[in-house]
């Protein structure tokens, strides 16, 4: 008796996630099939233009659209971006500065500083322990 190798496939919206790009502007055969782990591995890979066309230019999705503004996804939410940015929108809020963003990057650098306190501090009471 043979036994079949099952391919695992993903829908498009995980597939895109992977990826760190935006699903609406994913091209329509992407959106509309779905993917295999290997199909996904060689986007990865070698990725096709159009797949470096979004990651430079976007329109990119809210966790890459933080992450570029220095922000928390509910930072963003919390000063009205509630869509997908293009790079160059992402570069004039910057430019901006509203100020929105900057108590949103302060308080993103206070977390991130609280976050190694913790981290320190677990560290030294295993040091301790030890």
């Given at each position: 008796m043979t036994s079949q190798q099952n391919t695992q496939?993903?829908?498009?919206?995980?597939?895109?996630?992977?990826?760190?790009?935006y699903l609406e502007?994913?091209?329509?055969?992407?959106?509309?099939?779905?993917?295999s782990r290997a199909?996904?591995?060689?986007?990865q890979t070698e990725?096709?233009?159009?797949?470096l066309e979004l990651r430079s230019n976007g329109p990119h999705p809210r966790p890459v659209v933080a992450a570029k503004l220095g922000v928390s996804?509910?930072?963003?939410?919390?000063?009205?971006?509630?869509?997908?940015?293009?790079?160059?929108?992402?570069?004039?809020?910057?430019?901006?500065?509203?100020e929105w963003l900057l108590r949103e990057r302060a308080?993103?650098?206070?977390v991130r500083k609280e976050a190694a306190r913790i981290k320190e501090k677990k560290a030294d009471?295993?040091?301790?322990r030890s």
């Amino acid at each position: 008796m043979t036994s079949q190798q099952n391919t695992q496939t993903m829908k498009p919206a995980t597939a895109a996630k992977k990826l760190g790009v935006y699903l609406e502007a994913t091209p329509a055969e992407f959106q509309e099939g779905v993917v295999s782990r290997a199909e996904l591995a060689a986007l990865q890979t070698e990725p096709p233009q159009w797949l470096l066309e979004l990651r430079s230019n976007g329109p990119h999705p809210r966790p890459v659209v933080a992450a570029k503004l220095g922000v928390s996804i509910a930072g963003l939410a919390r000063g009205g971006v509630t869509e997908a940015l293009t790079t160059e929108q992402i570069e004039a809020l910057k430019a901006e500065g509203p100020e929105w963003l900057l108590r949103e990057r302060a308080t993103q650098a206070d977390v991130r500083k609280e976050a190694a306190r913790i981290k320190e501090k677990k560290a030294d009471e295993a040091a301790q322990r030890s």
